[in-house]
């Protein structure tokens, strides 16, 4: 199934009709097109009163050519002044909270996040923190959480430029302490962006890397958001819908960059996996990678790919009806057919061996104490919506069994 990019932005726009009518959780403003971001400009302006911008930013930022026709679209709208953060890998509390010193002092009116999904989440973060006292740590998910957004984040605008992490749908911030090897989530509903602008051109520019893995975050999300114990009609039916074109449009985006159908599905499957999650659950390929990804500075989407094969197998029972439904999307079929579980997963193991993808964590010669602490961190709350109710002693196990290298 390869489509044209305008039947991929017809079935985005029905998606988001049909979120809003059954009232989910999602941005005040969704533009997803191609060529959007020329527009970047003429939107904070009409969205937002006039003031300062902070723009947050990895690769983005640092592209000199990018950062002056962005100051021509703010200057052409009367911005008085622009300030840029740049981000380097996924967001710490130190990061953020060097950001929030900035922000604090130059007093930006609005916050653009423009990059994958640690860009996006830094700007969240920081939005939050410009209109609220205090520092990044006491907000944070988890046992040490001592306060609550008082106050609304300042305006953010979220324009990734990687097909992945969907943060630009999303209600959460997730930041590492490094320090604890943990992963926490700053999350309220105020943390919506005020704009997602998708603009499916800006993801031709990422590397091949960066495709593939934030290809297969979002692919994660869509499955997980459907056969969590939360999922919802609602969700379930967008995320399908968004799935029936990963098989085609990964690997087509990895091998021909700038191809703009392919670019636009997975742009379209990205932003669909986060109004998933941010509505419903997702399950335990997100717990364990949480808790991995604080240990082992790997991609997020890297180790959520790699588990998802493995955890499907774990929940074929216990998810049998939901798993059906998503491996005959995968395989672009209409309906779930017998012997479809097996057809997809079996589809599955071979796409994975001709993107590279490994077929276990053997690689990362984690230690028995590393498994132990990973599988006591990974019973957050993605790990809640899982199918089956899995303990950390069975999640080590299962983690054991995913690193013994193969004979
Ligand atoms: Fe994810």
């Known amino acids: 199934m390869i489509v044209d990019e305008s039947v991929v932005v017809r079935e985005m726009e029905e998606i988001l009709d049909r979120a809003r009518g059954a009232g989910l959780r999602l941005p005040a403003s969704v533009v997803f097109a191609n060529g959007a971001f020329s527009c970047l400009g003429r939107y904070v302006a009409s969205a937002t009163a006039s003031g300062p911008i902070l ?56 916050v653009v996040g423009i990059g994958g999904g640690s860009s996006l989440d830094t700007a969240k973060a920081i939005a939050a923190l410009l209109t609220n006292s205090g520092t990044i740590d006491e907000y944070l998910e988890g046992g040490e959480r001592t306060r609550q957004l008082e106050c609304a984040p300042a305006p953010q605008f979220a324009i990734p430029t990687t097909g992945g992490t969907g943060s630009e749908m999303t209600r959460n911030a997730v930041i590492g302490i490094p320090a604890r090897k943990l992963k926490r989530s700053l999350r309220d509903d105020r943390l919506m962006p005020t704009m997602a602008l998708v603009d499916p051109d800006l993801t031709m520019s990422a590397p091949a890397n960066v495709t593939l893995a934030s290809g297969l975050d979002a692919l994660t999300q869509l499955i997980e958001v459907c056969i969590s114990k939360f999922a919802r009609p609602e969700t379930t039916e967008a995320c399908l819908k968004a799935l029936r074109h990963v098989r085609w449009a990964l690997p087509r985006a990895i091998m021909e960059p700038t191809n703009r159908p392919a670019r636009s599905a997975m742009s379209m499957a990205a932003s669909v996996s986060g109004l998933g999650l941010a509505n419903a659950g997702l399950g335990m390929a997100h717990g364990i990678a949480s808790a991995l990804g604080a240990v082992r500075p790997l991609p997020h989407g890297w180790i959520c790919g790699v588990l998802l094969p493995h955890v499907l197998r774990v929940n074929r029972d216990a998810a049998e009806q939901p798993l059906a439904r998503v491996l005959a999307a995968f395989l672009g079929e209409d309906e779930p057919k017998p012997g479809v579980v097996d057809r997809g997963l079996e589809e599955l193991d071979r796409w994975y061996a001709a993107l590279d993808v490994p077929a276990d964590l053997s690689s990362l010669g984690l230690t028995d104490a590393e498994i132990e602490e990973i599988a006591v961190g990974s019973m957050g709350n993605s790990m809640r919506g899982n199918p089956v109710v899995m303990t950390p002693r069975e999640v080590a196990r299962f983690l054991q069994r995913l690193c013994r290298k193969a004979p």
């Not at 592209?63 to 380097?88: A, M, T």
């Not at 130190?94 to 950001?99: F, K, L, M, N, R």
């Open 55 to 110: 723009v947050v930013g990895g690769r983005f930022v640092r592209d000199r050519q990018r950062r002056l026709s962005l100051e021509e679209q703010f200057c052409r709208h009367d911005v008085p002044s622009i300030h840029y953060v740049e981000v380097r890998g996924e967001p710490t509390c130190e990061s953020v909270q060097a950001g929030v010193t900035l922000a604090r002092r130059v007093r930006p009116h609005t």
